[in-house]
């Protein structure tokens, strides 16, 4: 393990971006694999002295799991996974009688189950995938004392009911929630008025909603709803909000001080259906400028919505996410050329319609030394256009640079 393969580690433990973090573990295993003594305290020291890599929790699935991590690294944060029939009940003992995971992840588990887990500890974040929420595992839920150092919650499926709303924004033990997660919420405007009243809404620094079938009508009543002063991260993609629910939000106060905003599709063909006239408007927005990470991918925009972005003052702007829409060349050249990004890290333009006239302007570019990653998985890119690439700019993750 080099000194440019720690640094490249630590560039991506502090990107504002989670998806970005993520690569991080990966980055980690393939170095240990690599060389599983000779860099031992190198790794040791790298984790120790980075707060980012300290607070990330690592998901695992038992604790033999977390066993063999802490083998080559000490991480400090993990995040307990359990589901039905995969060593269930010996997670679960082992998180009654040990204080040293404050993070869990309960998937498809019945009401009883659910509660018999949360119950046993304190927690800093809790995610509940799928999980029986009935009234009485709501209320029971929600009235737990261990819940007052919760920071973060995460709920996928079945949230979106009077009871476990109710239970939620009446609780007594969450003050300290910052980051909250309500996905897959068919029905959730119907909410959102309730939500709004909740003295823990205005102290929320993250929210994500995405994934919950808010289409444009969704989005609009969301918009109109008093945004929390404090909020850095808003995630809306696979929404199918469309121009009309981006146009809206654009014109709102939610993107002021965003720090992270995620309007983008997902690799199940998921999409919020964004086009042209919806980026037009976002560019438009005079919120941006805290912007950090930007995530358009898997939308519909060409080549006009494109040099409309590449006219919007992003000033620090660090990850750009462009992946799977319309674009051509027209479209990715005015963005390279813009000078609009001067802090731009990581830009992904996979999978649209990009030749070598893409990577000639990228090399000829101001932006390309600023850049660490640049992904161009699926466009029209030649072998020798990529080499030449890597070669004017030789720091560049080899694996960062795709084509098909």
Not at 184 to 208: D, I, M, S, T, V
Not at 226 to 247: I, K
Not at 317 to 328: I, Q, V
Request: proline share 5%; net charge negative; aromatic share 6%.
């Amino acid at each position: 393990m080099t000194s440019t393969d720690i640094q490249s580690i630590l560039e991506l433990a502090k990107n504002a971006d989670l998806e970005i973090r993520k690569r991080v573990w990966p980055g980690l295993k393939s170095l240990h694999e690599a060389d599983p003594q000779g860099h031992q305290d190198a790794l040791a020291a790298l984790v120790q002295h980075h707060q980012a890599l300290q607070a990330m929790p690592h998901q695992v699935r038992s604790v033999a799991d977390m066993a063999a991590i802490r083998a080559y690294a000490p991480f400090t944060a993990f995040e307990m996974a359990i589901e039905p029939g995969y060593d269930d009940v010996a997670n679960t003992a082992y998180l009654k009688a040990h204080q040293d995971i404050e993070h869990i992840a309960l998937f498809e588990l019945k009401g009883p189950a659910v509660l018999d887990i949360v119950q046993s500890g304190s927690w800093r974040s809790i995610a509940l995938g799928a999980c029986e929420l009935g009234p009485d595992t709501s209320a029971a839920l929600f009235g737990h004392p261990g819940l007052s150092a919760l920071h973060a919650l995460r709920v996928e499926d079945g949230w979106c009911t009077e009871s476990f709303v109710s239970a939620m924004t009446n609780s007594a033990h969450l003050s300290s929630l910052r980051d909250l997660a309500l996905t897959y919420g068919e029905g959730a405007p119907h909410f959102f008025p309730e939500l709004a009243r909740w003295p823990q809404w205005k102290r929320l620094r993250a929210l994500n909603m995405s994934f919950g079938g808010l289409e444009a009508q969704g989005i609009e009543a969301l918009a109109k709803l008093p945004a929390p002063p404090d909020l850095q991260h808003l995630h809306l993609g696979s929404n199918e909000m469309g121009d009309e629910g981006l146009q809206a939000l654009a014109s709102s106060t939610w993107l002021d001080g965003l720090r992270v905003l995620m309007l983008g599709g997902d690799a199940f063909g998921g999409t919020n259906g964004i086009e042209d006239e919806g980026v037009v408007a976002l560019s438009q927005s005079p919120h941006l400028e805290s912007l950090k990470v930007l995530d358009l991918a898997g939308n519909r925009i060409g080549d006009a919505g494109v040099k409309a972005l590449a006219q919007a003052a992003l000033p620090n702007l660090e990850t750009l996410r462009l992946g799977s829409n319309y674009m051509g060349d027209a479209g990715a050249i005015a963005l390279i050329q813009s000078g609009n990004m001067p802090r731009l890290r990581h830009l992904d333009l996979g999978h649209n319609s990009l030749a070598d006239k893409t990577i000639d302007a990228l090399i000829g570019s101001a932006l390309l030394p600023q850049l660490q990653t640049v992904t161009l998985i699926w466009n029209q890119c030649s072998a020798e256009g990529l080499a030449a690439l890597r070669e004017a700019n030789p720091h560049l993750c080899t694996e960062s640079v795709w084509t098909s």
